[in-house]
């Protein structure tokens, strides 16, 4: 595991580590490996392992586990470009074969910043670290796997994810990359499969004839926090749009897969992202903002252009929002529209399927002012689960008719808590299991729809200023207004 000091891997990985062992998943003779600068021994490794884990990790603490788990722990220290690091970390995994059966096995996690990939990629080339037979040959008439795991953003435009794939190719066969999404680990976004394909009642009506319009929203109550240094030049679309929000687009919008294994669940998301087409005006049909100085929860926050490390003429964006439209039999004419931001009044990420209003209702106008439009919500985070609204009568002697929802939880109808993303993909990495990693493809699909919009917005716009805690930038409700619709409340 490179990049073993920062967030992702104190607060994710290794706890998602210990929380597979704890559950059974890992083999005995599992073994985590950390580089990095430090000038560290095991045992200090071992000891912030320990820390994250007692302090982030979802199951509970089990000195057992701990214990065998523990007994795998190694750290290397250097830098990148560290030929001679390299050749320890090598030897250190051939000891590991050794002493623990790990049977020439390698998983190469690179929590680190992008600019690093191919560096880092070229170093496990020249140490033989990602060829089986350099380092371990064949092992028990087998051939040991190889494989790598990196972390968004995938390159920033078009162009640099195709020269991080080069970089990756030259090295890895596409099998062995693993991109890493969390979003597609979580429990509630693998549902929408199983709610679209495993029920006969939504299907149908899923589609034009019946579904306005679709709203997916990624809305978080925090700024940038210490990300400065990422956050600024990259921004909310680049952030989360190109790859969270464009990947539950297209399992929203997927024909139905021939099975449920990589190859199939690609191609019909890939078939999707294809056909996503932007709005002919881009003025019209994109919004962004910056949120500015403003209170969240009752507390006064710095605006974003007063965070420490953003330059005061910065016009990366913390809310974007686009329409969309997607080219299919089944979705034409239906607009779907992206958001994304920072600031904003609570953390929500959610997809709203909203249903086309009844052509004809045989009530009077004053029994019907409260009814809106019926809704199938999935609740992607926090509160996970499904909310589906719809008109019912008030009790009483009036037709009165008002939006009600019924409602499905994770929380309530399963005793077993939902494991975290990041244990999903970790198992997935080591039994190399792919579906819920996008390739190649996917990848580039994202950027060819994301570039033409940067471009514009670096070319014609700035950031609108919105206050810290509110929905957004006027812009973005006035993009919903121009199509007659508005945004669900945050």
């Known amino acids: 595991m490179f990049g073993v000091t920062g967030d992702l891997a104190r607060k994710k990985l290794m706890p998602a580590v210990y929380d597979l062992a704890n559950r059974g998943l890992l083999p005995p003779g599992f ?3 950390g580089y990095a600068r430090r000038d560290w021994e095991d045992e200090d490794f071992a000891q912030l392992t320990y820390e994250s884990v007692k302090e982030h990790a979802r199951t509970p603490f089990r000195d057992t586990v701990w214990q065998q788990l523990s007994e795998g722990v ?3 220290q250097g830098d990148f470009d560290d030929n001679a690091a390299f050749d320890r970390l090598a030897q250190t995994v051939r000891d590991l074969d050794q002493e623990r059966g790990t049977g020439g096995n390698y998983a190469f996690y690179l929590s680190i910043p992008p600019k690093f990939f191919p560096l880092v990629v070229q170093q496990l ?16 008439g087998r051939r040991p796997w190889r494989r790598v795991v990196i972390e968004k953003p995938f390159g920033h435009d078009l162009a640099s994810a195709r020269e991080l794939n080069a970089n990756l190719d030259g090295v ?5 990359v693993f991109r890493i999404d969390h979003y597609l ?6 549902n929408i499969l199983a709610l679209r394909f495993a029920n006969e009642m939504y299907e149908p009506i899923w589609n034009r004839g019946y579904i306005d319009h679709v709203q997916i929203t990624m809305a978080e109550d925090i700024g940038i926090g210490g990300r400065a240094g990422y956050y600024d030049g990259i921004g909310a679309a680049r952030d989360v749009i190109q790859n969270h929000l464009l990947q539950l687009l297209a399992l929203t919008a997927m024909e139905e897969p021939v099975a449920f294994d990589a190859d199939s669940l690609r191609t019909e998301k890939e078939k999707v992202l294809s056909a996503v087409r932007l709005p002919a005006d881009l003025a019209a049909g994109t919004a962004r903002g910056q949120y500015a100085a403003g209170w969240q929860g009752g507390v006064a926050v710095h605006g974003f252009l007063e965070e420490d490390g953003i330059p005061a003429d910065s016009r990366t964006e913390t809310y974007a929002a686009l329409r969309l439209g997607v080219d299919t039999r089944r979705w034409a004419g239906v607009p779907f529209y992206l958001r994304a931001g920072k600031r904003l009044p609570r953390r929500m990420t959610e997809i709203a399927m909203m249903f086309q209003r009844a052509p004809h209702l045989p009530f ?3 029994d019907t002012r409260e009814l809106g439009q019926n809704a199938l919500v999935i609740r992607i985070q926090p509160d996970e689960g499904i909310t589906v609204r719809f008109g019912s009568k008030v009790p009483g002697t009036a037709m ?7 409602d499905f939880a994770y929380g309530e109808s399963f005793t077993e808590s939902s494991p975290e993303a990041y244990e999903r993909l970790l198992l997935d990495v080591l039994i190399g299991d792919p579906p819920l990693f996008p390739r190649q493809q996917e990848v580039e699909l994202g950027w060819r729809i994301l570039d033409p919009v940067e471009q514009f917005w670096a070319e014609y716009t700035k950031p609108e200023q919105y206050p810290a805690g509110s929905a957004g930038p006027a812009s973005a409700d006035a993009l919903m207004a121009r199509d007659g619709r508005a945004w669900r409340r945050l």
């Open 364 to 366: 009077a106008a004053t």
């Open 125 to 140: 080339k020249r140490s033989g670290l990602s060829d089986p037979d350099a380092v371990s040959g064949v092992v028990g």
């Open 172 to 176: 890895f066969p596409p099998h062995a």
């Open 185 to 190: 680990g979580k429990e509630t976004v693998q």
């Open 74 to 76: 190694r750290f290397v």
């Open 400 to 406: 009165e008719v008002r939006d009600v929802n019924m």
């Open 31 to 33: 073994s985590l490996v």
